[in-house]
């Protein structure tokens, strides 16, 4: 891999950490309204994806979506605006940390409806294969989103119509407090794409590298007219399900092995070791970082509440 590619990962990487801890920091201050699923712990597989996919690509993401958010290019100051629900957001407040949708790099939205992103994707899918461009569409749910109806039904459908749709399952375990063993006999989730005739991969979701090559076979396979791939990234949420949940439900060791594994510090010790970047380079871009996300706090603090009267402006009815 090129070096820019590297670095340009890890600072993505930070970029969503530094932002989901800032996003932590501001619910405790009564700042937040709803709640909130962060993606701590998952980074590498965002930005192992959105580092293969162009501007003009598409992404589909969840209720844990604001890394998805972040690693295809989305502006940190106007998500963290829609987070804190000011106009200035990209669904100008209304839509808050589950909805956030940027059209113009590709982000087609968030849903909080566990598996209904994936149609969305297909969806994506079909309208590239008739509009006969060489955009890809790239759909991120989690291992619980995969035993919904829509995940089987969406997946088939691309498979048969040969969609450039990457299928990516962001296997962290869980689903709320329930351990995968609990609902479903297999361990490997990748396995399932056996039953619709495309290929299952499955790759360390804590390796951004890792990531980032499984996602460039996938990627190159759908732009080239060869169809979907199901893409599974084994990891794991650091915090709780939600800004409610401690999560006790999970063993200390277990927490503890994962909390080793962490992907952010992971890959900066590749390029450290592999002397891709300077010291000096890497702690001005970690001073940069954090800087640019204290931006993000301000602009979307100076922004104003939308008014009520705009509550049934922007709404099909
Ligand atoms: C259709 C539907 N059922 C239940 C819920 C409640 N719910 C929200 S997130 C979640 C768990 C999702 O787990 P997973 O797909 O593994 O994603 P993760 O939260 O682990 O990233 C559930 C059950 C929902 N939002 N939508
Ligand atoms: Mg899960």
Request: with cysteine.
């Amino acid at each position: 891999m090129d070096s820019d590619t590297l670095v340009l990962m890890y600072r993505k990487m930070l970029e969503i950490r530094l932002f989901e801890d800032k996003v932590f920091e501001l619910y405790g201050q009564n700042l937040v309204p709803g709640t909130i699923h962060l993606y701590t712990g998952e980074e590498a597989i965002a930005v192992g994806v959105c580092a293969n996919l162009r501007k003009e690509d598409y992404i589909v993401s969840t209720h844990r979506g604001h890394g998805h958010c972040i690693a295809k290019g989305a502006r940190l100051d106007r998500i963290m605006a829609e987070i804190l629900g000011r106009k200035t957001g990209y669904c100008k407040g209304k839509g808050g940390s589950m909805h956030i949708a940027d059209f113009s790099v590709g982000v087609l939205g968030a849903t909080a409806v566990v598996g209904a992103g994936i149609p969305i994707a297909t969806g994506a899918g079909l309208s590239i294969k008739l509009r006969g461009t060489d955009q890809v569409a790239a759909c991120f749910f989690g291992d619980g989103a995969s035993n919904q109806g829509t995940f089987h039904e969406a997946i088939n459908m691309a498979a048969i119509w040969n969609l450039p749709v990457l299928f990516v399952c962001e296997n962290n375990l869980y689903a709320m407090g329930t351990h995968q063993a609990r609902v479903m006999l297999i361990d490997d989730i990748a396995e399932r794409a056996a039953a619709y005739g495309i290929p299952g991969v499955l790759t360390d979701g804590n390796d951004a590298i890792a990531v980032y090559k499984a996602a460039e076979k996938a990627v190159e396979r759908a732009r080239g007219g060869r169809g979907p791939t199901l893409l599974e990234c084994k990891t794991y949420r650091q915090k709780g399900h939600s800004r409610f949940d401690p999560a006790t439900y999970r063993p200390k060791e277990e927490v503890e092995e994962w909390l080793s594994k962490d992907p952010v510090r992971r890959l900066r010790k590749q390029l450290r070791e592999a002397g891709t970047i300077s010291d000096d380079k890497l702690a001005q871009m970690e001073r940069d970082v954090a800087e640019a996300v204290e931006a993000a706090v301000t602009f979307a603090v100076d922004g104003p509440h939308p008014a009520p009267r705009e509550a049934l402006e922007d709404i099909y009815a």
